[in-house]
Structures are given as C-alpha cells and as structure tokens.
C-alpha cells in the first residue's frame, strides 16, 4: 500500500526489528490489549490511527506487531512514515534504513531514506537514494519526481528536467495531482518556487499541453520570477509564442 506526504513523495511499507518496543505515551493505547491482537489486526489498527493522524497510537500499533513479527520491512516503513509526521526525521530515517537492511528491494522504503535527506537538505544523498528507488522500480512517476527535486535543489536544472520529464512520460497527470506529489512546499524561497513553476511551464509547452504550461507561469510570475521575457528567446515555448492567454501573462516583445 502506498500514502504519500505533501513536501515530497513518500510511500509505505514495512518489517520489525528487535530493539522496537510499545511507546508507553499513549494514552488511547492504555487500555488496549494489543497482545491479544493478531499482526493483521494491528497493522489495520496502526493504518487508522495513522489516517486518523494520531501518530503516538499507530507507532505503538506498528511496533505491538512488530513484536510478532520482527522482520517486517513493510511495518518499519510504516513506523518511519508515522515518525516523519512527527517531525521526528532521524527516527523516521534510522526505521526506514532498517526497513531497508531487512529487504534491500523495498524501492519505498529506499526512496524515504532519501526523502528523509532531502528533508533535512543533504541533497547528495538525497540523490543517491532516490537513483537507488528509480533502479529498483524505474517506471514510477514519483521516484522520478524526487530526482528530479533532488537535482532541482543541487541547481542542476538539465537534470531536474530529464526527470520530471520522465515523470510526465510515464505519467501524464504527475504533477497535476498536487496534493500528492507537491514538492514545491519543501521549496524554501518564492524564487526557488518561481523557477521550479518555470521549469514545469517549460516541460508542458514542450509535451504541448498550453492550459497547464500557461498555469505554471502564472505561479512563476505571482513568485517573482524575473526573466519571464527569456520564453520568447527559447524554442521550447514557440508554441506558445502566438497565444493570447500567454501574451496577457508575459506581454511579448514590442516590435522594432
């Protein structure tokens, strides 16, 4: 099963570990026998306290069955997942590292290793774990998405495209399901944010989709971008050159 968070794509999964035990916080767990519950009914349980965004109780759930089953990389994830919601990053990241130790072919759990890094800004590494996700599950559009912010974040913006392009190939709707796989809140700067919307504007002329590439730079130019005027320099938007929703954006070029 899979459940994303907004700043970059995270997905869920997981396995136990032996030095996992109930955190006593809880007080909605107090008077739960969770020993009597089967692991099934404790991840289920884990899974709605989580969609109920009542972290402490679906750690202890996800731990209780941990318990029963200490090498379940599908839990630990899970663990990591509710830890991140926390804020908790280096918990989060040392669940997800030992999902990962338990079944190195977890991509989910590869991949929020890096989304982990990426969060705490180590873009490097960020990198070399999404690259890890994309070589275990290649045809998944968020993996690509992570990359390609990964590299975004590293300013290296050919990079960044290649990726996000890829996304969109395997695709259509990546970046259009905003609430799932938005990365620009993770964006700290309205100029980094402008950028980002300009090289998306960029990608969706070049796929020729004008309604979604004029959005893009709509939130470009509300951010500040500063060389709006360059699109009527690049091959990439002359498609867009000729259209009248563009020129009220980003008026062209007076003739001379």
């Not at 893009?216 to 009527?232: H, I, P, S, T, V």
Request: glycine share 4%.
């Amino acid at each position: 099963m899979r459940s994303t968070l907004a700043k970059i794509v995270l997905l869920a999964t997981l396995p136990g570990w032996s030095s996992y035990r109930l955190w006593a916080g809880s007080p909605q767990s107090d008077n739960i026998n969770m020993e009597k519950m089967t692991v099934a009914e404790l991840e289920k349980a884990g899974d709605q306290a989580r969609a109920e965004k009542d972290y402490n109780l679906a750690i202890d759930y996800f731990q209780a069955a941990l318990r029963k089953d200490r090498k379940n990389a599908v839990l630990l994830n899970k663990v990591g997942l509710s830890q991140l919601r926390k804020n908790d990053l280096d918990a989060a990241r040392s669940s997800f590292e030992k999902s990962v130790r338990l079944n190195s072919k977890y991509a989910e759990a590869v991949n929020n290793v890096g989304a982990v890094d990426y969060m705490k800004k180590n873009y490097g590494s960020a990198t070399k774990y999404f690259k890890k996700a994309i070589a275990l599950h290649e045809a998944y559009a968020p993996y690509h998405i992570n990359l390609g912010a990964a590299w975004f974040s590293q300013k290296k913006l050919d990079r960044a495209i290649a990726e996000y392009t890829r996304a969109m190939e395997l695709d259509p709707d990546a970046f259009r399901h905003e609430a799932n796989f938005g990365i620009t809140a993770q964006i700290a700067s309205p100029e980094e944010r402008a950028h980002y919307s300009y090289l998306l504007a960029k990608i969706y002329a070049q796929r020729g989709d004008p309604e979604h590439c004029l959005q893009c730079l709509k939130r470009a130019k509300e951010d500040g971008y500063r060389n709006l005027a360059n699109l009527y320099k690049d091959e990439a938007f002359s498609q867009m050159w000729q259209n009248s929703q563009l020129h009220e954006i980003v008026p062209p070029p007076a003739a001379k």
